[in-house]
């Protein structure tokens, strides 16, 4: 056997032991389960970055087959099908030197995989629907939350039941919202696992740092465009538009939601609040009634380029520029209409 097929036979046998341990940390320590979880997809990752996929399936297919001896051959599969598709996506991300950007979006396309196929096995193995388990695991809360006295909790309550509403309605308007969800689970999971990356030897790019997060004008302008589209959806003759508008008019405003709190934690950071205030705070009013301030303010940063009229005043050793680094603030600076 030559050494480097050795080689990759070696780590891939480590890997898939690792993989194991995790798996059974994850189960049965409870403080570390959660915490666990976004560690599993790693050892596989690691294997298609060093030896390529093939090298990484048979690692997988190694944890699986030591995983059925504690778990049971059903109970293993299903462990292993939760991470083994994103942790060979970010793989093959990594190995092609791949910006962040287009790894986690990689990522995201494993998840809705790992979803669906979830779906399937509990279907067909368990003889579950998850997805109505869901449904009435929110109902449950709806019924909790409208018996309550806190007007907070009642408006909570009428969200929720119209969401559900629209979900039983009209399914096809949640597919923006589900894929925005993914992005946003795959984005985590990378967060989570690039320090273990680099650790290991394995250059993972950096996230564009939160405060210089942004899109194209051009998004802004097919929001427009998106507009009319569902102003025209709405002629009798045009209704079969309707779910194509209503997922691009969402999709759109998850977009511009997560620029607007960029913007916001600009600006809080650049007025001297810490990281974790700034972070809490952007974040919480993109979910409160004040979204769509959020939304429009985003809007506006990506149209008018709001936070580079405010780059030439950011001092030299300001924190707030080291955190972005040079090479986004450049980008920022682009940002102001000629």
Known sequence: MRPLATRAVT????????TVVLVLAAAYVPALGFVLTFFLPAPAAAV?????????????????????????????????????FLGLAFG?????????????LLGALAVAVTAVLAVLFTRLVFHQDILALMRDSLDSTV??????????ARATAEMLQAMLKQIREQPLMMIAPAAAAVVAMSAVYYAAMRPLFRRTGVEAPRLT????????????????GVMGLTLLSLRPEWKWLAPLAQNLSYAAVAVFTAVGASVAYFFLRYWGLGVA???????????????????LLGLWDVLAGL?????????????????????????LKGRVPQ
Do not use: C, N
């Not at 780590?11 to 690792?18: D, F, S």
């Not at 093959?92 to 986690?104: Q, Y």
């Open 307 to 331: 936070r580079a009229r405010f780059l030439d005043r950011l001092p030299a050793g300001h924190p707030l520029r080291a955190e972005i680094g040079e090479a986004a603030l450049e980008r």
């Open 143 to 152: 019924r909790r939350l409208a018996a309550s006295r806190l007007p907070s």
């Open 48 to 84: 298609t970055v060093r030896h390529g996929p093939a090298a990484a399936f048979l690692s997988v297919a190694a944890a699986a087959v030591l995983l059925a001896l504690f778990l049971g051959p059903v109970q293993a599969l299903g462990a292993v099908l939760s991470f083994a």
């Open 92 to 104: 093959f991300g990594l190995r092609r030197r791949w910006d962040a950007g287009r790894t986690i």
């Open 277 to 295: 205030a700034a972070g809490i705070l952007a974040v919480y009013a993109s979910l409160t009634p004040l979204g769509q301030v959020v939304v």
């Open 209 to 224: 740092s939160f405060a210089a997060w942004t899109v194209p004008r051009s998004v802004a302008w097919a929001w427009l």
């Open 11 to 18: 780590e891939g046998a480590l890997m898939a032991a690792l």
